[in-house]
């Protein structure tokens, strides 16, 4: 077995890869499980204070590679991957600071990719959650996916500047708060 980028030997630890080992890694990789790896990974050194900025994006970066890779893969559902990359990007764009050049950066663009991600109007889901524990459980997962998708939104919006996406999140501040 080949310990290259390419292949992982039983013995080898990924957290002790540098990132361009594995960014190759993860390029064509279709395992769920090392994917999830790298993910986890990546993010713990995109946290780490101790790293430049420009270092800690990349590390960031790689992590939401891998994650899109897990939403392609289909095996975890998409609104776990979902929820992992708003969080991701918010916390890049709060701690690093934001890069309107650089979409997942861009808080414009986070707040876009959230209103496309989200398939009820505020109103509906509010409506729909007021009799939450007489829905089927497929409904109640995707009021609580609408909750999980709006959790940076109190954060993000004082980073959009005043417009139609800013707006069109707005609301949905307020009425996450009764979705279960």
Request: glycine share 6%.
């Amino acid at each position: 077995m080949s310990a290259g980028p390419e292949r992982q030997s039983p013995g080898d630890d990924l957290s002790t890869w540098p990132i361009e080992r594995l960014q190759a890694f993860a390029a064509d990789l279709h395992d769920y499980g090392q994917l999830e790896s790298v993910r986890v990974i990546a993010q713990g050194h995109a946290y780490r204070a101790d790293r430049p900025s420009h270092a800690r994006r990349l590390w960031a970066e790689l992590s939401l590679l891998a994650n899109r890779r897990l939403r392609e893969l289909g095996a975890g559902g998409s609104a776990r991957e979902d929820r992992q990359d708003v969080a991701l990007r918010m916390w890049v764009i709060d701690r690093l600071g934001p890069q309107d050049e650089n979409p997942d950066w861009s808080p414009e663009a986070l707040g876009a990719d959230t209103l496309a991600a989200l398939t009820l109007s505020p109103s509906d889901a509010v409506a729909r959650a007021h009799n939450w524990r007489g829905l089927p459980l497929a409904e109640i997962r995707e009021l609580r996916r609408h909750k999980n998708l709006t959790a940076h939104l109190e954060r993000l919006i004082g980073h959009l500047r005043p417009g139609p996406t800013r707006d069109l999140l707005l609301p949905w501040i307020e009425h996450r708060r009764v979705l279960p």
